[in-house]
């Protein structure tokens, strides 16, 4: 399969049958997809996020298109408080509309997923994702989390959104669960994941503080 990132992952994972996004906590696999947007735009050194401010430091590359809409908000205003942000792209329908296309899209490029159109009168589009890929990623995912040998970002990254998101379970048995946190509390607890850790939490923090007071 070919390298996909961690917005297009965790798009892929939370993809229903139908190629959409489930009704029923529709509103958190939302937010956690604007939060992983953000996060790999912060990771790739493209925005910085410093006492809560999302700032601009460089131009979208071309290969990043599909995080236009995430971009644009923040170099509109060069910088924008991470709520501000977080709020207006999880509870405009169209802001977050234009993401999820963005990012499905650039799946149909990888060609990871199949593109139709759903919803009344067929105007929404769908992304019916591959079960090979998602297959890869989890398992991925699984021989680092609960395997010996080191993990990366990524995998920390994707498995703290899913978590966040309330669709590991979809992947993981209860069992899994377990040792996949413990895991994670292992790695939270070595220095040098410090900072990774930190970002998430702060990312994480201000979207579950936004999905409680949209929902």
């Given at each position: 399969?070919?390298?996909?990132?961690?917005?297009?992952?965790?798009?892929?994972?939370?993809?229903?049958?139908?190629g959409?996004?489930?009704?029923i906590?529709?509103?958190?696999?939302?937010?956690f997809?604007?939060?992983?947007?953000?996060l790999?735009l912060?990771?790739d050194?493209?925005v910085?996020?410093s006492?809560?401010?999302?700032?601009?430091k460089?131009?979208l590359?071309s290969?990043?298109?599909?995080?236009?809409?995430?971009?644009?908000k923040?170099?509109?205003?060069?910088?924008?408080?991470?709520?501000k942000?977080?709020?207006?792209l999880?509870?405009?329908r169209?802001?977050f509309?234009?993401?999820?296309?963005?990012?499905?899209?650039s799946?149909?490029?990888?060609?990871?997923?199949t593109?139709?159109?759903?919803?009344i009168l067929?105007?929404?589009?769908h992304?019916i994702g591959?079960e090979n890929?998602?297959?890869?990623?989890?398992?991925?995912m699984?021989?680092?989390?609960?395997?010996?040998?080191p993990?990366t970002?990524?995998?920390v990254?994707?498995?703290?959104?899913?978590i966040?998101?309330?669709t590991?379970k979809?992947?993981?048995?209860?069992f899994?669960?377990?040792?996949?946190?413990?895991?994670l509390?292992?790695l939270?607890?070595?220095?040098?994941?410090k900072?990774?850790f930190a970002?998430i939490?702060?990312i994480?923090h201000?979207?579950?503080?936004?999905i409680?007071s949209?929902?």
């Amino acid at each position: 399969m070919k390298n996909i990132e961690v917005s297009q992952k965790y798009l892929l994972l939370v993809l229903n049958d139908k190629g959409g996004v489930a009704p029923i906590g529709s509103l958190r696999i939302r937010a956690f997809m604007v939060a992983s947007g953000i996060l790999e735009l912060v990771l790739d050194d493209i925005v910085s996020l410093s006492d809560n401010q999302v700032t601009v430091k460089q131009e979208l590359p071309s290969d990043k298109e599909y995080l236009r809409s995430i971009y644009n908000k923040i170099s509109t205003e060069k910088s924008i408080h991470l709520k501000k942000l977080g709020r207006e792209l999880i509870s405009k329908r169209e802001l977050f509309k234009e993401l999820f296309n963005s990012v499905g899209d650039s799946l149909v490029e990888l060609d990871v997923v199949t593109k139709t159109n759903g919803g009344i009168l067929g105007q929404s589009s769908h992304y019916i994702g591959s079960e090979n890929s998602k297959k890869q990623i989890v398992e991925q995912m699984r021989a680092e989390l609960l395997e010996e040998g080191p993990v990366t970002t990524d995998t920390v990254v994707l498995s703290s959104l899913l978590i966040g998101s309330r669709t590991l379970k979809n992947y993981f048995s209860k069992f899994e669960d377990k040792d996949l946190n413990d895991k994670l509390t292992m790695l939270r607890k070595d220095t040098r994941n410090k900072e990774i850790f930190a970002l998430i939490d702060s990312i994480s923090h201000t979207i579950t503080t936004i999905i409680a007071s949209v929902g």
